[in-house]
């Protein structure tokens, strides 16, 4: 019988002895960053986390099968291709069809999820957008984290989307939502977004009892683990609030829609500030990849 997805050697090496894991998403390479940067930065962060001495499983979905954990050529082909955007939903259609795609938080975490991965760092996780009563457009990484047994960090959520409303409807989905060292959650490029959270963790031993905890009471969901920034990295507040008022004005403007929206804005405004947003972008990534090693580390070090 054909599997339905593939786990490269060295993850499933590493899984069966018990060492650290972190899954690492592709759509944030192929739709999030620009080339050739996107290169770099995805072997950039599979190198972080090597070098912390855990296994990085980048996913995607390669000519139809999903794939947990790339070789370098397949890291190569995510940054190079142009692939489609894969959420859940698409997976079966891209397995029939055979065709390539970069998969979101929330095709990263349902995979993660079934392959046994409990870890997985991004940048931003995609939420409810501003207008969603309207426009009901909220992302499946909302509804994907309710299902999927693992635990994202990311530096909470843009500002383009309503910070507000994605956090009511984390609590409406049971998701756990905790700070790391803050209960201000992050909105991404900003360290702080003004919105609180009612839990805070000092430790990634402390993410690591949430989630060993978590699996005793037998609950299914994720956890989001919200990673700010420190405020010196941060993209300058008042330079980050002009740059957002454009973009989402000229994405209404020009009548972008589905999930065009997330990648249109996120590529208006890195060419808008200049390349500012992308420093900070890459700053934020990585900031996120070092701690969800210390977590999977932490991780690991339970299930001895
Ligand atoms: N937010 C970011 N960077 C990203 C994304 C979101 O700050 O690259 C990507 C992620 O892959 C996320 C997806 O899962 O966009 C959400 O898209 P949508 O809003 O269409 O669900
Ligand atoms: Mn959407």
Same mark, same amino acid.
């Given at each position: 019988?054909?599997?339905?997805?593939?786990?490269?050697?060295?993850?499933?090496?590493?899984?069966?002895?018990?060492?650290?894991?972190?899954?690492?998403?592709?759509?944030?390479?192929?739709?999030?960053?620009?080339?050739?940067?996107?290169?770099?930065?995805?072997?950039?962060?599979?190198?972080?986390?090597?070098?912390?001495?855990?296994?990085?499983?980048?996913?995607?979905?390669?000519?139809?099968?999903?794939?947990?954990?790339?070789?370098?050529?397949?890291?190569?082909?995510?940054?190079?291709?142009?692939?489609?955007?894969?959420?859940?939903?698409?997976?079966?259609?891209?397995?029939?069809?055979?065709?390539?795609?970069?998969?979101?938080?929330?095709?990263?975490?349902?995979?993660?999820?079934?392959?046994?991965?409990?870890?997985?760092?991004?940048?931003?996780?995609?939420?409810?957008?501003? $207008?969603?009563? &309207?426009?009901? !457009?909220?992302?499946?990484? @909302?509804?994907? %984290?309710?299902?999927?047994? #693992?635990? =994202? *960090?990311?530096? $909470?959520?843009? &500002?383009?989307? !309503?910070?507000?409303?994605? @956090?009511?409807? %984390?609590?409406?989905?049971? #998701?756990? =939502? *905790?700070?790391?060292?803050?209960?201000?959650?992050?909105?991404?490029?900003?360290?702080?977004?003004?919105?609180?959270?009612?839990?805070?963790?000092?430790?990634?031993?402390?993410?690591?009892?949430?989630?060993?905890?978590?699996?005793?009471?037998?609950?299914?969901?994720?956890?989001?683990?919200?990673?700010?920034?420190?405020?010196?990295?941060?993209?300058?507040?008042?330079?980050?609030?002009?740059?957002?008022?454009?973009?989402?004005?000229?994405?209404?403007?020009?009548?972008?829609?589905?999930?065009?929206?997330?990648?249109?804005?996120?590529?208006?405004?890195?060419?808008?500030?200049?390349?500012?947003?992308?420093?900070?972008?890459?700053?934020?990534?990585?900031?996120?990849?070092?701690?969800?090693?210390?977590?999977?580390?932490?991780?690991?070090?339970?299930?001895?």
């Amino acid at each position: 019988m054909n599997q339905p997805f593939v786990i490269s050697d060295a993850v499933a090496d590493a899984l069966q002895n018990g060492r650290p894991v972190v899954a690492l998403e592709s759509t944030i390479i192929s739709h999030g960053l620009p080339r050739p940067r996107n290169l770099a930065a995805a072997q950039e962060f599979e190198e972080i986390l090597r070098s912390a001495g855990v296994t990085p499983a980048t996913i995607a979905v390669l000519d139809g099968v999903p794939r947990i954990g790339l070789d370098a050529d397949g890291v190569r082909r995510i940054a190079d291709e142009d692939m489609v955007k894969a959420s859940v939903r698409d997976l079966p259609i891209l397995a029939a069809k055979k065709i390539s795609g970069a998969t979101t938080v929330a095709a990263t975490a349902y995979l993660a999820g079934r392959a046994g991965v409990r870890v997985f760092a991004t940048g931003g996780l995609g939420g409810v957008h501003r $207008g969603a009563s &309207s426009s009901f !457009d909220e992302s499946a990484d @909302l509804s994907a %984290l309710a299902l999927a047994g #693992v635990t =994202v *960090v990311a530096a $909470g959520v843009k &500002s383009v989307l !309503d910070i507000a409303g994605t @956090l009511e409807r %984390l609590e409406t989905l049971s #998701v756990p =939502v *905790v700070g790391y060292r803050t209960t201000n959650f992050p909105s991404f490029w900003l360290t702080e977004s003004g919105e609180q959270i009612d839990w805070s963790v000092d430790s990634p031993e402390e993410v690591a009892a949430v989630m060993r905890a978590q699996y005793e009471l037998g609950h299914g969901q994720g956890i989001i683990v919200a990673n700010p920034l420190p405020p010196e990295l941060q993209w300058e507040p008042a330079e980050h609030d002009a740059v957002l008022l454009e973009a989402l004005a000229e994405a209404d403007a020009r009548g972008i829609r589905g999930k065009a929206v997330t990648p249109f804005l996120l590529s208006y405004i890195v060419g808008a500030s200049g390349g500012r947003s992308l420093e900070v972008n890459l700053d934020i990534a990585r900031n996120n990849v070092r701690l969800a090693g210390e977590i999977a580390k932490a991780w690991s070090r339970t299930t001895q």
